[in-house]
């Protein structure tokens, strides 16, 4: 099964003269761990945003999970982003006004996929997720603000994760960390994604982490509007 399908996708931010993407193809199938490489500018974020169904291709179509993506409407997307992806952001985006367990079970609130499959049990999964990610029991009760960077970074993984999507993101979510702290983190977040049968999208521009994922991809020959732009 595949879980991402790119085909003939062109992307252009409006008035822009040039493609900033033009990827012929691209698949990823269920339960793989890409890293996807690429330096600033090369449009690992576009791909991101295309890829989340907050921006639209120019040309061509995405499907994820067997579903026409690029062809639902804007509050489809979003429903369909709600119930089956997850997403690790660079800068975390945690809510500092929740707890650590209400920002970890914030996707639930938005998709009732996600609360029938976890049914009664959410608080249990959501703290065998921060568990399992190393977070230590007394920082559920500290405020976000009062946590470190890589205790964050756990509560994000940890929201991410909740329910069990079938696809995670991750942009840059290591790059505040030094590499053996990145190492140690990909790691679990690895086994959790094994263990739920979940396909890793990972972004970076480290390239000395990516031997740890089934495969790697460059965007910049992947994009062959990268080649135009030299």
Known sequence: MKTIELSRLTFRWPNQQRDLLNIPS????????VFLKGPSGSGKSSLLSLLAGISQPTTGYITLLQQPFSQLKSRQR?????DNIGYIFQMFNLLPYL????????????????????GKEMHVEAHRLLSQLQLPEECLTRPITEL?????QRVAAARALIGSPQLLIADEPTSALDHDN????IQLL?????????TL??????????????????LNSLNLAAGERK
Not at 78 to 82: E, G, I, T, V, W
């Open 26 to 33: 691209l698949i990823i199938k269920k339960g793989e761990k």
């Open 78 to 82: 979003d429903q369909f982003r709600a």
């Open 99 to 118: 707890s650590v367990i209400d920002n970890v079970l914030l996707p639930c609130r938005f998709s009732k996929q996600r609360r029938q499959q976890l």
């Open 148 to 152: 470190s960077i890589g205790q964050q």
């Open 182 to 185: 990145r190492e140690a983190f």
């Open 190 to 198: 690895m086994e959790e994604c094994e263990r739920a049968d979940i």
């Open 201 to 218: 999208l990972f972004v970076s521009h480290d390239e000395t982490l990516e031997s740890l994922f089934d495969r790697s991809i460059s």
